[in-house]
Structure formats: structure tokens, C-alpha cells
């Protein structure tokens, strides 16, 4: 839980402000999840912290929204895409953990 939280201040994921009158706050959950190698022993542990944006609604609490979700049709379309024209595709991961 610390290394999410140091994670989220140091790329400053958001920031702290005041709560407008007559407005709720997203509640929070803390997603806790075990990963195993491939000998089923545990490989580390991961503990993620996600708003409850469903408790919001439209044009009470936002006006729009983002999130950035790749869609498996884009996916599909850009696979094509290479193997049409003979290109290459790089693949990695993004951590956002601090060492």
C-alpha cells in the first residue's frame, strides 16, 4: 500500500482540494491481489487503490469523463495493420512501482 501511495504523489496522479459545498466524494478501494510464478510460488504482492466512480452521476457530479482503455478492436486492427505492411511491434509493460 505504501508503494501505491508514493507512486501516486510521485507522478502526481492527483491532487488535494477542497470539497465544494453541497458535493460528495468518489469513495475509494483498496484491490489487494497475489501474483504466482510459474512453480505456484508467490511471485509479489500488489495492492491498488481504485475510485468508485459508478457511485457518480452524470452531469450531477461530471460533465465528462476519460479513461485511457484500449479497445480489442483497435487491438485487432493494428495487428493487421503491421502484418500488411511488414512492420514490427514492440510490446512492454509500464511499472508504475518505485524502486
Avoid: C
Avoid at 67 to 79: D, F, G, N
Amino acid at each position: 500500500m505504501n508503494v501505491e501511495m508514493i507512486s501516486i504523489e510521485k507522478n502526481q496522479t492527483w491532487k488535494l482540494v477542497n470539497l465544494p459545498k453541497e458535493k460528495k466524494t468518489v469513495s475509494l478501494k483498496w484491490v489487494f491481489k497475489i501474483k504466482y510464478n510459474e512453480d505456484d510460488n508467490i511471485q509479489k504482492h500488489n495492492a491498488r487503490i481504485v475510485a468508485k466512480g459508478y457511485s457518480q452521476k452524470h452531469e450531477v457530479d461530471f460533465i465528462e469523463t476519460f479513461a485511457l482503455v484500449t479497445r480489442m478492436e483497435t487491438i485487432k486492427i493494428v495487428i493487421a495493420l503491421v502484418a500488411q505492411l511488414q512492420l514490427q511491434v514492440f510490446q512492454f509493460d509500464v511499472k508504475s512501482n518505485i524502486s
